[in-house]
């Protein structure tokens, strides 16, 4: 009978296995587009084999769900992981430090353990539901604090946009009441940072399920506070959320975001 704490060491150890993979790849794959301005590597490819090894592995009986067209049902309680084998891929392609491998394991929608990994900075940031987060094996704590003009706050943005989209509506109105508004190009590594208390809230509406799915659990087990768009319970599908270290802080937000035109 495997335990949360066998969940949490095969995620992990899959994790870091993606990372070395992604860093001997690094400066050596070529590259196409799956769509505008969205990359994909023989790197994603590589990264996700060896996660997918060293998952189904341990649990063969277990789903399998990853960005690079990836599906496998669960055979065992509902057991599913959902993997992004680099997240951030734009940078990596183009030599920018900010990239990761990202994977979550839930069951019947429930998030159970996560990891997202930093293989540049070797930061491993965890997650077991009920149980905390840390990185690196140290706890995480969100910040704390409350107010929009005090706060630094990341957001993504489709691989394109348009001058009158809706995205850059909502990231104009953020930047022009925050202190500072990031866009780091990796989803994970946006919400892992949020769980670490350096961003103070992260919102998206386009993000996929394996950008966010292990990030999400390390806010939440960090003591952070994440909804979806209009304050409900944060789903898997579709993942439009709002994310901050206080429930203060993400009403606000949340609040300022409601107020952005679906078009300009």
Same mark, same amino acid.
């Given at each position: 009978?495997? /335990? #949360?704490? %066998? ?7 899959? $994790?870091? &296995? +993606?990372?070395?993979?992604? *860093? ?90 996560? /990891? #997202?990994? %930093? ?7 965890? $997650?077991? &539901? +009920?149980?905390?987060?840390? *990185? ?90 994440? /909804? ?37």
């Amino acid at each position: 009978m495997s /335990t #949360v704490a %066998d969940f949490r060491e095969v995620c992990e150890r899959a $994790a870091r &296995a +993606g990372g070395r993979v992604l *860093l001997d790849w690094a400066g050596k794959f070529q590259v196409r587009e799956k769509g505008p301005a969205d990359l994909v590597t023989e790197a994603d490819l590589a990264s996700q084999d060896i996660v997918q090894q060293t998952i189904l592995g341990a649990f063969p009986l277990h789903g399998f769900l990853a960005e690079e067209n990836r599906s496998i049902p669960s055979r065992d309680q509902g057991y599913r992981w959902i993997v992004d084998p680099l997240d951030g891929t734009t940078n990596y392609v183009h030599g920018i430090p900010a990239y990761c491998v990202s994977i979550a394991l839930e069951q019947n929608g429930k998030l159970v353990v996560g /990891t #997202v990994y %930093d293989p540049v900075a070797d930061q491993c940031f965890s $997650a077991v &539901a +009920g149980q905390g987060a840390t *990185l690196n094996d140290r706890p995480l704590r969100v910040s704390q604090v409350a107010k929009l003009g005090d706060a630094v706050v990341a957001s993504s943005l489709p691989p394109k946009v348009t001058r009158d989209s809706h995205a850059l509506a909502e990231f104009v109105e953020v930047a022009l009441e925050v202190q500072a508004l990031r866009r780091l190009g990796s989803s994970a590594l946006n919400l892992s940072y949020v769980a670490a208390g350096r961003y103070d809230a992260y919102w998206s509406q386009y993000a996929k399920v394996w950008d966010v799915a292990a990030g999400v659990l390390l806010v939440q087990e960090a003591g952070g506070t994440v /909804t979806d768009s209009q304050g409900g319970e944060f789903r898997l599908d579709p993942p439009h959320f709002v994310a901050a270290g206080t429930s203060s802080l993400l009403g606000e937000l949340r609040q300022l975001l409601s107020k952005v035109p679906a078009t300009r």
